[in-house]
């Protein structure tokens, strides 16, 4: 399904407002005289005598058109053409959308500031000035709106105790004490990129926290989304179940055979591992390799 006029309006029409506002600046006059002529139905005289004035237009001036053309064009893609996923037939756009519209509103965020200075700078009759100053202050405030609604809809309600700050791995040292303390120990004494074997999360959880805080390749990630990526479930889903297998396996020498297959150096077992796999056998982690970090509820098995 297309997404209805009204819905586009509200997500980019402030700046598609601004980029008419520079059209009828630097064109007004161009345009003016081309309606003038199709009304008295002059065309062919239009044609024959009319010159394109480009008096006004500067490089820059140029160069926002093309970002603001480029972004427009970037926006109406998705409802035309998109690239079928693994999603719902409602969702067939959402990927192809957001990943060009991303780059729409960078676009529209670096040339909106630039349409109001030039528009606003140039402009000399002051009764003008002002009304155009007015217009653009009410597009200003207008999106203010958004930042009101949108971080209280992701962060929830503004308080202290739910500060996260900019340091990625707090959520680790206020939830998960002990995978903090782990993780730590890792970026600091691990060396090069050995694959680190941790538990198969679901998107958006806590879950694949070591690679993501690390560095270091694992596995397997978040099941859809690698899924997604590779548009078949067959890899993901023999990854995850043998890293179920691994972890929960009573064969050593089954565990041993995978182990060696994906190359695996390290072991982590911690909260989330147990939480997955309800029957985890650490025991026999000790067998086929040593214990080199502990930390309540956490450990990191090193492999002979």
């Known amino acids: 399904s297309h997404s209805r006029f009204y819905q586009l309006l509200i997500l980019w029409g402030a700046p598609w407002l601004l980029g008419i506002f520079l059209i009828g600046y630097l064109f007004g006059k161009n345009i003016f005289y081309l309606i003038k002529n199709i009304i008295s139905k002059r065309t062919k005289e239009f044609k024959n005598k009319y010159k394109l004035n480009l008096s006004m237009l500067t490089a820059p001036d140029g160069f926002v058109l093309i970002l603001f053309l480029v972004a427009t064009f970037l926006i109406i893609i998705p409802e035309i053409i998109y690239l079928k996923d693994i999603y719902i037939a409602s969702y067939h756009r959402a990927n192809t959308m957001f990943k060009l519209t991303y780059q729409s509103f960078i676009m529209y965020s670096l040339l909106s500031g630039y349409i109001m200075f030039r528009i606003g700078s140039q402009i000399k009759n002051t009764i003008l000035k002002k009304v155009t100053v007015f217009l653009f202050f009410l597009i200003f ?5 958004y930042p009101f ?6 962060y929830g309600e503004i308080v202290k105790e739910n500060y996260k700050g900019l340091y990625g791995l707090n959520f680790l040292k206020k939830n998960y004490p002990d995978d903090f303390e782990a993780i730590n120990w890792l970026n600091k004494n691990v060396k090069g990129q050995p694959i680190v074997l941790e538990a198969v999360g679901d998107s958006y959880t806590d879950y694949n926290r070591v690679s993501m805080a690390t560095g ?3 596995i397997q990630g978040w099941l859809v989304h690698e899924w ?6 067959d890899e993901p889903g023999k990854r995850s179940a043998e890293v179920k297998t691994i972890y929960e396996s009573a064969s050593i020498a089954q565990t041993q055979e995978l ?4 190359n695996v150096k390290y072991v982590y077992v911690s909260e989330l591992e147990r939480q997955k796999y309800q ?3 650490e025991a026999k982690f000790e067998k086929i390799g040593k214990k080199i970090f502990s930390s309540g509820e956490t450990s990191i ?4």
């Open 228 to 233: 997604l990526w590779r548009g078949s479930f």
């Open 279 to 281: 029957q985890l056998n």
């Open 259 to 262: 182990l060696n297959k994906y």
């Open 301 to 304: 098995y090193e492999l002979f």
């Open 141 to 145: 405030t207008s999106l203010m709106v």
């Open 149 to 154: 609604y949108s971080i209280r809809g992701y």
């Open 216 to 218: 270091l390749p694992t």
